[in-house]
């Protein structure tokens, strides 16, 4: 008998049979022919194939298998998943950022749809006396006292390259950008002549492939730095140590895709594959970095300059806060990347187990330079699914003074979650260098819709910020976010968590806090290494 699993197979055989024999009385059978001939073919094709089992056991039938794993994600994004699902944004997490960009009601009734007495709910405390705010174009001073010293918005789009993004999306991330006074870091990647189109403001970040300041060997290359860096429309410098999609890791550009566009933004040549190194070869030394720091400040007329990190090994960033005590050179901002992710691609290891999440890096970053007395000196930016006026709040409430945000543009150009970012097949054609793909996004519409949604979330904020009785972001501090730990306790953030006193590193190791404990002493200014504990247990395999 035969099994039931080559029935669809031998059905769609008698099918195209019966239909190539009912072809000799109406012409209209020949509809069934093809489709069931073309189906037996493709089953028959599946029982000779040797590189897929399943397909061999189950002809035609693997297919449906194989379509509805494809549409997976699909169906659990909008049929399964609740609105407040985060994985890895919620259906209302998009829905507000969409509705807000097209200025349209972003309210909600009849209640929130969160669990309140649920573990890790949080919450801003509001005031009986709230504040009146007129504006809510929030400000901060980066490099002050620096020749050309920046006034930088709490809120602006975080680093992603040309290249990863199509030119139409460069263009309406700027073009919202220069409407809306808000920076657009370039990634790596360089500026492009996309992002020069519309004038909004740069943040120019320079990654370990040096693109856009090379010399043809891939070295750091001084006056090619300069050309770019003294351009006004570059407002600062960001040195990228590493990012919370891949930190640790390099890349490559295939050949194929290095573009004459990409190649001229880049300084590499066209059609010959782009490697960006793991690490720097213009440092090796935590010194040695705030050196670099100090040479790129210097060459771009003074703008403000600062680096990139998703946090690591703890003493490597002590070591890099000791060296400002030591060589008195301090950047003039650090952004702290969270491991929650990004847009860049990377392989599932890194995706979710690479990286301290945003929250635990900040803090750790905040506190070192409050340890330090340094904190006055050096402007403190964090990145890791920032899109609501909330999560501005709380971050800024942990320690930053600024957010930047990616993902939440590319929602606000039309971004759909589909996660096909690295496929070149975005279906929004957002991350694509697809040209037919991408010309279906229009950049004069998608600036409107980012300049409203950073507009309207900043709105929010404002509103935020007048419940609680305060008058600017910076007045935030943790006391003012509740956080629920169990059914029947709530703790703010100032008793969930440890802060380090002002100038307390410059007395010795804090107690309570174990990370300073464990490995503030070993660490040095001139070296990246491990301390010696680490080196012995590594010893210790090696017997």
């Not at 507000?96 to 209640?111: H, S, T």
């Not at 949080?122 to 006034?151: L, T």
């Not at 960001?238 to 050949?255: D, F, N, R, T, V």
Request: charged residues 20%; aromatic residues 8%.
């Amino acid at each position: 008998m035969l099994p039931s699993r080559y029935w669809p197979f031998a059905a769609c055989l008698l099918l195209a049979v019966g239909s190539g024999v009912a072809l000799l009385y109406t012409p209209l059978a020949g509809w069934g022919l093809a489709v069931f001939g073309a189906l037996s073919l493709v089953g028959l094709w599946d029982l000779l194939q040797k590189k897929q089992a399943l397909r061999r056991n189950f002809p035609l039938t693997a297919h449906f298998r194989y379509g509805l794993e494809s549409i997976g994600p699909e169906i659990r994004q909008y049929f399964i998943e609740s609105d407040t699902d985060e994985r890895p944004f919620s259906r209302q997490q998009r829905a507000i950022v969409y509705q807000r960009a097209k200025d349209v009601l972003d309210k909600r009734p009849f209640g929130t749809q969160r669990d309140v007495y649920g573990d890790d709910y949080e919450w801003i405390n509001h005031s009986m006396r709230p504040a009146r705010i007129e504006s809510h174009d929030f400000r901060i001073a980066v490099g002050e006292g620096r020749a050309q010293a920046y006034e930088a918005s709490v809120f602006n789009i975080s680093a992603m390259s040309f290249g990863a993004l199509s030119a139409n999306a460069i263009r309406a991330l700027n073009a919202g950008a220069k409407r809306g006074g808000f920076y657009h870091d370039t990634g790596e990647g360089s500026i492009s002549r996309y992002h020069r189109e519309h004038g909004g403001d740069l943040v120019w970040e320079i990654g370990s492939g040096y693109f856009g300041c090379r010399d043809p060997e891939g070295n750091f290359d001084e006056a090619r730095f300069r050309e770019n860096a003294v351009d006004p429309q570059v407002k600062m410098i960001e040195l990228k140590l590493s990012q919370g999609a891949k930190p640790g890791q390099g890349g490559i550009l295939p050949a194929a895709k290095v573009s004459a566009e990409i190649a001229e933004a880049r300084g590499v040549p066209q059609g010959v594959e782009c490697h960006s190194p793991a690490a720097h070869g213009a440092f090796s030394t935590p010194i040695g970095l705030l050196e670099f720091i100090e040479r790129l400040r210097t060459l771009s007329g003074g703008k403000p300059t600062g680096f990139k990190l998703a946090m690591g090994h703890p003493w490597e960033w002590f070591a890099i806060a000791k060296a400002m005590r030591e060589t008195g050179i301090t950047p003039d901002f650090i952004v702290v990347d969270g491991g929650e992710g990004g847009t860049g691609a990377a392989p599932l290891e890194f995706t979710d187990h690479v990286g301290a999440p945003m929250r635990e890096a900040l803090m750790l970053v905040h506190n070192t330079l409050v340890g330090l007395d340094l904190r006055s000196r050096v402007r403190v930016a964090a990145a890791g699914k920032v899109v609501t006026a909330f999560d501005i709040a709380r971050t800024l409430a942990l320690g930053a003074d600024w957010c930047n945000a990616a993902r939440g543009f590319m929602f606000a150009l039309g971004c759909i979650q589909s996660q096909s970012c690295h496929t070149d097949r975005c279906p929004t054609g957002i991350a694509t260098q697809d040209r037919h793909r991408q010309a279906a996004l229009d950049p004069v519409d998608k600036a409107t819709r980012v300049h409203n949604f950073h507009r309207n979330t900043l709105v929010a904020l404002k509103e935020l910020l007048a419940a609680a009785g305060l008058t600017h972001p910076s007045q935030l501090g943790p006391e003012h976010i509740v956080r629920r730990v169990s059914s029947t306790e709530v703790r703010s953030l100032a008793t969930l968590h440890r802060f380090v006193a002002q100038g307390r590193l410059l007395e010795g190791v804090p107690t309570g806090h174990p990370v300073f404990e464990v490995f503030w002493d070993k660490a040095r200014p001139d070296s990246f290494a491990p301390p010696s504990e680490a080196a012995a247990m590594l010893a210790t395999k090696l017997r």
